[in-house]
């Protein structure tokens, strides 16, 4: 068993060792970072942190509870518009069609009034185109009436002389009396 071996301790049967070598071991870079955490440590504040991290944590919440707030008030807003828009609609919907039903109703009586009207027009035009029918051929027969009265008056007339001018005064008469009728 060695005791001191350049720097190493050993133990019996050679289980354990310890190195005292202290620049084989780099005891020195470590109590250097150990030091340098220390300091770091003292420098660095975690509740503080942790305390920065809450009120930001407890700021956004509350900016959400805000926003959440504003979107729930703008949506029943919504739906308030919403629902008057629906009912305008409605509104300018029956407007609509009571105005669609009088003008078809003003359409229908004014289409009836004038289709009256032609009727009575084609009515009274019927009418006097019988009236002027009816009065030529009252003339027609008339006029053909005396025509034979004239014709048998000239037949019976060859039998006397003096019934001849009274019949030819009575003809002249008749026939400018019809004549002048007829003109008419």
Known sequence: MEILSYGQITLMHGEFSLNTNILETNLINQILLFGILIFAWKNFNISEGLDNRRLQILESVENSEKRLNEAIS???????QLSQAKLIISQIKKETDSIKLDLLTKDYNDTKSELN???????NTLKNRERLILTEIKQSLSFLALKQVVAKLENEQETGNWTKRYMDENIEALKNLNLKNFKK
């Open 117 to 123: 009207q032609k009727f009575e027009i084609a009515t």
């Open 74 to 80: 703008k949506l029943s807003e919504t739906k308030k």
